[in-house]
């Protein structure tokens, strides 16, 4: 049931960024071409999903589980090196080449030839990341 119930929620995920047009590298370069041809509409779409999961994770919170799951917050609030490179080269990919992995996964099943370029890197990192 709880595989069942990620699938859903993944596949709804899915299904909001086609219709958002968050699956298109042009629209995400364009959000971030302030100096050009702006395209304001990530932001909008951003707005939407926290407008839809902030008091979610309020209820969350004060319930203090999920179900199985108990919440807790992270081991370590600190800013360290391992997470300003980690956002740097999250920021530097996404800003090359458009894509990051929520849309390049959906993009893996409209255009696998060429989200396959992104997606095997991606994959390949996250698999070395819990190596090192």
Same mark, same amino acid.
Request: charged share 15%; hydrophobic share 55%; aromatic share 8%.
């Given at each position: 049931?709880?595989? @069942?119930?990620?699938?859903?929620? %993944? ?9 958002? %047009? ?5 629209? !995400?370069?364009?959000f971030l071409d302030v100096a ?6 990530? @932001? ?7 407008? !839809? @999961? ?9 319930r203090g589980a999920t179900g199985?799951? !108990? ?14 490179? %980690? ?5 530097? %990919? ?32 996250l698999v070395l990341s819990r190596? !090192?």
């Amino acid at each position: 049931m709880r595989a @069942a119930l990620a699938f859903g929620c %993944g596949l709804l995920f899915g299904v909001g960024l086609l219709l958002s %047009g968050m699956t298109s590298p042009d629209r !995400v370069l364009g959000f971030l071409d302030v100096a050009g041809h702006w395209d304001p509409s990530l @932001a909008f779409v951003m707005g939407g999903g926290l407008l !839809v @999961a902030t008091p979610l994770f309020a209820l969350a919170r004060r319930r203090g589980a999920t179900g199985e799951v !108990v919440l807790s917050q992270p081991p370590t609030t600190r800013i360290d090196r391992r997470l300003v490179v %980690g956002a740097a080269m999250f920021g530097i %990919g996404w800003g090359l080449v458009g894509l990051c992995p929520g849309p390049a996964l959906v993009d893996l099943a409209l255009r696998p030839a060429q989200a396959a370029w992104f997606v095997l890197p991606m994959l390949a990192g996250l698999v070395l990341s819990r190596r !090192v």
